[in-house]
């Protein structure tokens, strides 16, 4: 839900298919309403198929919260028929911080998902991308070693991990799969043209961010619909200057959102339970200048 | 930041309800709490469509959270509510809301129909009447035949119009009444404007834009909560106010639909391989239907528009 407005604010016609109805996010410890019966969110898709084709309509096809292992099914059958020319987005969300949110049997209807259907990009957090790589990752060669395991089963050619902390510093990595050796500019190394190494025709970059001292809920699906844009914009190609524009417009975003918390409770805050998209729309005008690149050897 | 509770229906295709409110209102600074009513793949217009309406428990557990995390709203809204149990779900939420901040604005649009037509559920009429006199509403905006359906008498005359609207001040208790759509010429649609504490009805000739649209009534409902809402910051709510307010909200939607007109002839044309005479949407046509969706996200750049351009005449009886 948090990824409508932002992508319409950006221009996007969006054809929402809910697949919970609550009165607020769990963040808040107290909830009403329910999950959509997955049946349901196959007959909301079934009424789409009598007034489109599903399997061409669209420019770019989103995935995110589904509930029930039932629920990625439905959106598994979706996906699989989409025609080339569609952009597939997974948001593989699972849990955060060594805890599922999710029924455990998701994860394997997940995995099968990402094998069966033609994502272009996906954007796991750390944890996420643990589960579905079997890989832990502390170190940079971790990451190396859990990019490709996590490649060689799911041939995704362009994946952002939101967020992993090595070392006490936190980072935003991204991996894309190139088919043939490109030229890089090296910006860690002062702008002398390279060829970039290339490993299993995998690159990986990834940009330090600053750690804030602050929880927040809905950050990832605001910065999904973020990527998702300026991927799609990119032509369905991930590339530094990509990520960097995302990265750059959340920090603006998270970081007001502190600063309204703040005023508004009159005391420091640890958790940011709404981020204030609709607040700071103006960010998604914005036009950054790109952050330096690193690159994984 | 002012914050909007949107009761509305959802479709996942199209602009109708929620999809037709919620984003103008988001452009212009609206936090929107948004609750579906019912949940279809697309509008009813389109011949199929798929999809359920919520129960009147789920309708009622999603109310009890808004209530237990305390949620406070400077207006509410809403829109199509297909059965009378939900009816009363909404109209026992809204009451609460403003016990807790009498000054919350609730603007209520009874959507039932339109031209004759019953698009809920007949026990919809009576219960809504009864929503009227508890006495929560701050503005109405129904068309013609909801006016009728409410009131329980036909409108064809002027001095039937002020017989009506004086029924929603004096009996109900309703302080600014907004006639969306009234008879006119067979080139102009007509829409009165009324405050409690004035004797004049103002009302507003619209020339009538020859296409098939949906979702225009909760646009312009949305467009008008947040024009009054913005209006009245700095002064006393009255008649001008009001109908300035209509004013500007007719203008934005009058722009929205020119631009959904020409972008559907366009599409229609460049899909189509062909121009057909009048490219009008046809009810119950999906294939053109979905040309004419009104474009509420390309139209993004109109809801900041702050003066509206029709004229208003006195309405004499
Ligand atoms: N405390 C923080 N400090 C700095 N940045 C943060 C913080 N929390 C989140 N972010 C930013 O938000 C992005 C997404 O956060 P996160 O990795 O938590 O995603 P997620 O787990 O998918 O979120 P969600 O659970 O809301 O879907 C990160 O890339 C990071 O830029
Ligand atoms: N075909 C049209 N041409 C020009 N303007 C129109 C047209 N249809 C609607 N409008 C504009 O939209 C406004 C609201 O439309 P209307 O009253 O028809 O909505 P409605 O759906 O009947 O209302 P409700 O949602 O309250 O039932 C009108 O006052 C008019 O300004
Ligand atoms: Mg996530
Ligand atoms: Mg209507």
């Known amino acids: 839900m948090a990824c409508t407005f932002p992508l319409q604010y950006q221009g996007w016609d969006v054809d929402a298919v809910n697949t919970t109805n609550f009165s607020n996010h769990p963040g808040y410890g107290k909830i009403g309403g329910r999950v959509v019966d997955p049946d349901e969110v196959q007959q909301v898709i079934e009424g789409l198929g009598g007034i489109v084709d599903v399997t061409l309509e669209y420019d770019m096809v989103i995935s995110g919260y589904c509930p029930r292992p039932e629920t990625v099914e439905v959106v598994r059958k979706l996906c699989a028929e989409l025609k080339p020319l569609v952009a597939l987005v997974v948001d593989p969300v699972l849990g955060d911080n060594g805890k599922l949110y999710v029924q455990e049997t998701i994860v394997p209807e997940y995995e099968r998902l990402m094998v069966e259907c033609p994502v272009s990009l996906t954007t796991p957090n750390l944890f996420e991308f643990e589960l579905l790589s079997k890989c832990k990752v502390s170190s940079w060669s971790d990451l190396k070693r859990a990019m490709n395991a996590f490649h060689e089963k799911f041939h995704i050619p362009n994946v952002v991990i939101l967020s992993i902390e090595i070392e006490g510093q936190l980072y935003a990595v991204g991996a894309l799969r190139e088919s043939q050796s490109i030229k890089q500019k090296l910006t860690s190394d002062n702008s002398n043209l390279q060829e970039s190494e290339e490993r299993d025709g995998l690159a990986i970059f990834y940009f330090p961010i600053q750690k804030l001292d602050c929880n927040f809920n809905g950050s990832g699906d605001v910065l999904t619909a973020i990527v998702s844009h300026c991927f799609y914009k990119n032509g369905c190609k991930l590339t530094p200057e990509t990520l960097s524009e995302a990265l750059i417009k959340l920090e603006h975003i998270l970081k007001k959102s502190i600063q309204i918390e703040t005023q508004k409770t009159g005391k420091q805050v640890s958790h940011v339970k709404d981020i204030q998209i609709v607040a700071l729309r103006a960010v998604l005008d914005m036009n950054p200048t790109m952050r330096p690149v690193f690159w994984v050897q | ?317």
């Open chain 2, 1 to 317: 930041m002012k914050s909007v509770l949107s009761i509305q229906s959802h479709v996942a295709h199209g602009y109708v309800g929620g999809k037709a409110a919620v984003f103008p209102l988001q452009t212009q600074g609206w936090e929107v709490d948004n609750v579906n009513t019912v949940n279809f793949s697309n509008h009813t217009g389109y011949g199929t469509y798929k999809g359920s309406a919520i129960s009147s428990a789920d309708l009622s557990s999603i109310f009890h959270g808004l209530d237990s995390i305390q949620m406070q709203y400077d207006a509410v809204l809403s829109g199509y509510i297909p059965n009378a149990e939900l009816i009363d779900e909404v109209s026992r939420y809204v009451k609460r809301v403003k016990t807790q901040k009498p000054n919350t604005i609730y603007l209520f649009d009874p959507v039932m129909g339109d031209q004759g037509f019953l698009y809920v559920s007949e026990s919809c009429v009576a219960r809504y009447r009864q929503l009227l006199n508890e006495r929560i509403i701050d503005i109405i905006t129904p068309n013609q035949f909801e006016l009728e359906l409410l009131c329980g008498f036909k409108i064809n005359s002027n001095d039937d119009l002020r017989s009506a609207v004086r029924m929603l001040h004096d009996e109900y208790h309703i302080k600014y009444v907004v006639i969306s759509s009234l008879e006119g010429d067979a080139d102009h649609i007509r829409c009165a404007v009324s405050a409690y504490n004035d004797a004049h009805i103002n009302e507003f000739q619209i020339p009538i834009i020859k296409s098939y649209f949906t979702g225009v009534g909760d646009l312009f409902s949305a467009l008008l909560l947040d024009k009054f809402y913005t209006y009245v910051e700095n002064e006393d709510a009255n008649i001008h106010t009001l109908t300035a307010a209509v004013n500007t909200a007719l203008t934005i939607t009058q722009k929205v639909l020119i631009l959904t007109h020409e972008l559907g002839v366009k599409a229609f044309k460049k899909a189509e391989g062909y121009n057909i005479d009048q490219p009008v949407g046809i009810i119950n046509d999906a294939a053109t239907m979905k040309y004419f969706e009104l474009k509420v996200i390309q139209a993004k750049d109109y809801y900041s528009i702050k003066d509206g351009t029709f004229k208003s005449y006195s309405v004499h009886t």
